[in-house]
């Protein structure tokens, strides 16, 4: 069975960092894409950035390029997702997805608030 | 980017009736490959989004015949026959044909 547990949200004051992580099991996480995509709260569905098996490839929405980093390590199936100088903007629950978007975790909700 | 146009924004359906909510793109959604990657999802109350319908019309993995999916190029349609009460939420379209993938704004349906 499939699983992603998502981890390391919170309340965190604009222009810090917060790093999340995506925990998988149940499939051969090294040989799928990954994705982190979000969901401000009461609003829909926003891709934020996504990865490819090995690592080497990274794509980013533009609100967040240059202030977010997606990543993995196939070592221990975990995807992450660093978000630096964060924003007001930004707060959302945030869910890592499977390549085909065919499996979700239960999310994480991230607060930017000071 | 895509953009995809959901209607209606909300639905009211009697409990054993039919529901039918479309999504329309700015753009085809037919890939180079041939496929066309639009999906349905479902986000039941305090739940993280599942997927109903792969590619057009595929039933996703335990997902009843109840629903089904059609259309192509740039109008689609997913419909709920015989509405149950685990049904109810928030349907949401999404492309991943083209970069970057894009989702529907949702149509929320409830239950007579």
């Known amino acids: 069975e499939v699983q992603l547990v998502e981890s390391g949200g919170g309340l965190v004051q604009p222009g810090r960092s917060l790093k999340l992580s995506c925990a998988a099991s149940?499939?051969?996480?090294?040989?799928?894409?990954m994705h982190w995509i979000r969901q401000a709260p009461t609003k829909g569905l926003e891709w934020v950035a996504s990865?490819?098996?090995?690592?080497?490839?990274?794509y980013y929405r533009d609100s967040v390029k240059g202030r977010f980093t997606i990543s993995r390590d196939n070592a221990k199936s975990t995807l992450y997702l660093q978000m630096d100088s964060l924003r007001s903007e930004d707060t959302a629950t945030y869910y890592c997805?499977?390549?085909?978007?065919?499996?979700w975790g239960q999310g994480v909700m991230v607060t930017v608030s000071s | 980017d895509v953009v995809l146009t959901q209607t209606p924004v909300s639905l009211l359906i009697s409990l054993g009736g039919q529901a039918s909510i479309s999504c329309r793109s700015s753009?085809?959604?037919?890939?180079?490959?041939?496929?066309?990657?639009l999906h349905w999802y479902l986000q039941k109350p305090g739940q993280s989004p599942q997927l109903l319908i792969y590619?057009?019309?595929n039933r996703f993995s335990g997902i009843p015949d109840r629903f089904s999916g059609s259309g192509s190029g740039t109008d689609f349609t997913l419909k709920i026959s015989r509405v149950e009460p685990e049904d109810l939420g928030v349907y949401y379209c999404?492309?991943?044909?083209?970069?970057?993938?894009?989702f529907g704004s949702g149509t929320k349906l409830e239950i007579k």
């Open positions: 997805a499977t390549d085909g978007i065919d499996y």
């Open positions: 149940g499939f051969t996480f090294s040989n799928y894409g």
């Open positions: 990865i490819s098996p090995s690592g080497g490839s990274t």
């Open positions: 753009q085809s959604l037919v890939h180079s490959n041939g496929n066309t990657y």
């Open positions: 590619q057009v019309s």
């Open positions: 999404l492309q991943r044909t083209h970069n970057p993938l894009t």
